[in-house]
């Protein structure tokens, strides 16, 4: 008697668990408004790779696990997340076992199945097809089904970090029927597969207006019966982000928009009306100023930036290199350009927590004194222009960036900084479609990197950060013999640094992935390969009426619209 | 005036092949690149394998013939087979893509039309029938307080900016008092008396804008057209015949008048394709002008010279109206 007491009781307070977030019915709370800016060109991530199309796709199609708000994975199409220990990953490192939760079904009724797994594998890396995402299947060898509900991913070698095709918001799962006849150089022929693909997720695209407007209706088939809790979505386009934000906080048309990237101050005085506020997560984005190892003169023509140019005559001495990261007060670029939005760093690899590193937060204060003494240490005597010199070399650089208010505001903050240092900089600012658009032809780009030092800001999808400290390899330095191709744009090179990345690609175990991370980071900062300046987070308006929205830094920010819902 | 017609459209095809080819020469040289807009995460190959599917690792001279041969032969084929219902050949042929929707560029264009010609057409249409009374009665009764108060608004119109007077519209009626939208909903489909008013609240307010700078404009060429033929002899023998004054002015000195605006206002129909690229950013019209920024922006090549290519038709066809105009207007020019 007594244990059937205990039982009532325990599945009474499940329930009142269970029941709390789903105060709603499906489709009881009208019409979501979001509005993107940077409006949605496309609903297939595999044919654009944009950040806007991977986040509207987000709504209608899902990979089988996804990144939560603090980073951790959690399972989405499949029922759990394979680990070693459960089993879900052989020993050997070298294949993962997903299963499908039961009785999924794509929209229009019929079941998912292993066999719509295998397909998205062939569809992203057809040849011809061009597919922006194949960085997720890279290593894949072989994707079978076990049965029609178990998906079986081979690796070619052993992936300590096996979480990476299907997984995320940038390869979701797409349905077999729909895109059979789309493989390869017929992917962008087929219009309206690509415009309204038939998906899992909590929505259905309606219509689709590219570059201008998306309507969605709540799936019938959503997997969660209570769910969404908006019976439709309207995903809007253009303009720019102040207007955005504008009709989140201001005049209260939008529920959700994204990305804002405002001054602080005009979002602040938007808030002051009341209709909702600005919401910031922080990924792994890091505006950082690169430093030219190699020669730029002119003069050496072909050669500028190449290690044939030589090593710079001014940024090749250590002590300049670090004297120009201590000379910068991050906490007054992060005061006037990103307010809320930022944070200073020293550390390239900002996250997740149990990345990041403490040990070189040296340069996080600024100390003019100690750069000086280390400049007049080195032997960089102040000229009478107040400009240092070395046998007749000048600290005087050319400093470029993109096109972008808040980055020439802190072009001018670090010039002033570094003038209180003996160093001069001549501004310079590149079109982004330019700087960032890698055509070879261009002298430009940043890869090409035809300047002293340049400010952008990087990062990396997903929690694993394997893949982007490997960008500091030797082998990844851009030049004329690679197109100009190459991840390692700060031509950092250090033996001792790739054979640690070597290692960190053997290493399976988390906290001891974590250990090498870290001391990658340190080696990058304390011989500053570049200076990381501050860690940036992405703002998002949300309106007040609005609830259940949890920022989110790792994935799509719309990752959890199921569980959204109008405030009552 | 057929032949003359016949002999100018024939001249125009030159003309416009050359126009293909220096709109293409130049996207070409230019340097942004359609794949900047990725984010950095995308790592070097895939970029090259992106590339390669849009057909970028082409020589120039072929790239440009496929344009041809999609823009001249397949997409007028699509077009014919979707309005007559017929197939011709296998029905399968490669229409102009766009690189960042990788979607038939018509297709896009026909569902940008319907608001651009709402918004950018209508404020055309009401800036030529506001402008041409002001204009008469500014020239007829010059420095009067019509006159300077009409000048004072063409100024103002004309020097402040579009995307300042549609901002200080949006603060003022959609921020403070609500009235408008300031966000235009290319979905509403006018089918009741409540959606066409919720129509003409979200077009007040571009609309307004573009007004505003269309009548200054075009009021300005008027009244300076008027004041022309005024004092012209003809108007004097017509008043000493004991022509009444309201024929003088109305068929006489506007019809005259007349002549060099409509050229202006021909040569201005094009724009109305082309889009109020401002306005349009501003209230989110997302019609033909934000196409065209956007597509530069993401140096979505294809796009870009589709557009440019048919304004340059537009404009080479409303030349030739103008001067078909000209001779209906004036019986003593003749073309023949």
């Given amino acids: 008697m007594k244990k059937l007491h205990l039982i009532l009781a325990a599945s009474a307070a499940a329930l009142t668990i269970s029941g709390a977030p789903a105060m709603a019915d499906r489709g009881t709370d009208g019409d979501l408004k979001i509005i993107f800016w940077q409006a949605v060109s496309t609903m297939n991530p595999y044919l654009s790779g944009g950040t806007k199309e991977v986040y509207g796709a987000s709504m209608v199609i899902e990979p089988l696990a996804r990144y939560d708000e603090t980073g951790a994975l959690v399972p989405m199409l499949a029922t759990e997340i394979p680990t070693v220990e459960n089993g879900g990953v052989a020993a050997d490192l070298k294949s993962i076992t997903w299963k499908l939760k039961p009785d999924l079904k794509w929209s229009d009724g019929t079941p998912v199945t292993a066999e719509d797994a295998i397909f998205t594998w062939k569809y992203c890396t057809a040849p011809d097809g061009g597919c922006a995402q194949g960085a997720y299947f890279e290593g894949v060898s072989n994707v079978e089904a076990v049965d029609a509900s178990t998906i079986k991913i081979s690796f ?300 952008y800001t990087n990062n990396f999808d997903g929690t694993d950060p394997e893949k982007y400290m490997a960008g500091w390899m030797c082998d990844k330095i851009p030049s004329p013999a690679s197109g100009w191709q190459g991840e390692n744009i700060v031509r950092y090179c250090n033996p001792e640094y790739d054979a640690l990345v070597k290692e960190l690609g053997k290493t399976g175990k988390l906290e001891d992935r974590a250990v090498i991370a870290k001391k990658l980071n340190d080696m990058l900062s304390n011989d500053v390969a570049q200076i990381p300046l501050i860690h940036r987070g992405q703002p998002s308006a949300v309106s007040a009426t609005l609830e259940g929205v949890k920022m989110n830094a790792w994935d799509s920010e719309l990752w959890n619209v199921a569980d959204w819902s109008r405030k009552k | 005036m057929f032949t003359f017609t016949i002999r100018r459209l024939l001249f125009a095809i030159p003309t416009l092949l050359a126009i293909s080819f220096i709109i293409f020469a130049l996207l070409d040289l230019a340097p942004s690149d359609p794949l900047s807009d990725l984010p950095l995460t995308i790592p070097p190959e895939v970029r090259e394998q992106i590339r390669a599917a849009m057909g970028l690792d082409q020589p120039f001279l072929i790239r440009y013939m496929k344009w041809l041969q999609q823009f001249f032969i397949n997409e007028p084929l699509n077009i014919f087979e979707q309005l ?90 959609s921020s403070w008092l609500q009235w408008f939208p300031s966000i235009y909903d290319t979905n509403l489909v006018v089918d009741s008396w409540s959606s066409f008013v919720m129509q003409v609240k979200q077009m007040f307010l571009p609309v307004l804008v573009l007004t505003l700078y269309n009548t200054s404009q075009i009021s300005r060429f008027v009244r300076a057209s008027m004041l022309d033929n005024l004092h012209m002899d003809y108007v004097r023998t017509a008043r000493a015949k004991g022509v009444k004054e309201k024929v003088v002015l109305l068929v006489h000195v506007l019809r005259n008048s007349l002549i060099p605006v409509v050229t202006v206002i021909a040569l201005g129909v094009p724009t109305i394709f082309s889009g109020a690229i401002i306005t349009e950013q501003v209230f989110r019209v997302n019609g033909l002008g934000q196409l065209l920024i956007t597509a530069i922006q993401g140096a979505d090549i294809p796009l870009v010279q589709t557009l440019t290519f048919i304004f340059a038709v537009l404009i080479v066809l409303f030349n030739l109206i103008a001067d078909v105009l000209y001779g209906i207007l004036d019986p003593r020019i003749r073309y023949d």
């Fill in chain 1, 156 to 455: 070619t070698d052993p992936k300590p970090y096996p979480y990476s095709a299907l997984v995320g918001g940038q390869s979701p799962l797409i349905q077999a029927a729909q895109f059979k006849d789309c493989l390869g150089i017929k992917a962008p022929e087929c219009t309206s597969a690509n415009f309204g693909p038939i998906g899992t997720g909590p929505f259905v695209v309606k219509e689709f207006k590219p570059n201008d407007v998306v309507t969605f209706t709540a799936n019938p088939n959503y997997r969660d019966a209570a769910k969404p809790a908006f019976a439709t979505a309207t995903l809007k386009g253009g303009g720019d982000a102040a207007s955005a934000a504008r009709s989140v906080l201001e005049t209260g048309e939008f529920d959700y928009a994204w990305n804002m990237q405002v001054e602080p101050e005009v979002l602040a005085t938007m808030m002051q009306a009341g209709k909702g506020k600005i919401e910031v997560a922080f990924g792994t984005q890091v505006e950082r100023i690169d430093l030219n190892p190699f020669g730029v003169d002119p003069s050496l023509g072909d050669k500028r930036s190449t290690k044939e140019a030589g090593p710079h005559p001014a940024l090749k001495d250590p002590a300049v290199r670090k004297a120009l990261s201590l000379a910068i007060d991050r906490d007054i670029i992060d005061e006037a350009g990103y307010g809320d939005n930022g944070k200073p760093t020293c550390n390239i690899l900002p996250a997740p927590d149990i990345y990041v590193s403490t040990a070189v937060d040296w340069c996080l204060k600024q100390d003019l004194e100690a750069a000086n003494k280390l400049l007049d240490d080195a032997g960089w005597k102040m000229g009478s222009d107040g400009i240092r010199e070395k046998d007749g070399v000048k600290l005087s650089f050319l400093y470029q960036t993109s096109t972008n208010s808040v980055r020439q505001a802190t072009q001018a903050l670090v010039k002033d900084m570094w003038s209180q240092i003996g160093v001069t900089v001549e501004l310079r600012n590149v079109s982004a479609n330019v700087f960032f658009g890698g055509d070879p032809a261009s002298p430009d780009t940043f890869q090409k990197f035809m300047a002293d030092v340049q400010m």
């Fill in chain 2, 84 to 173: 007559t219902g017929l197939t011709i050949g296998t029905g399968e042929r490669m229409r102009v893509l766009s690189w960042a929707t990788r979607s038939p560029v018509v297709d896009l264009i026909v569902q940008r039309l319907p608001q651009t010609l709402w918004v950018v057409g209508l404020s055309y249409l009401f800036g030529v029938l506001l402008a041409i009374p002001i204009g008469v009665i500014s020239a007829y009764r010059q420095y009067s307080i019509f006159d300077q108060i009409g000048t004072f608004i063409a100024m103002v119109g004309y020097s402040v900016p579009t995307f300042f007077t549609g901002v200080l519209l949006i603060v003022v009626f």
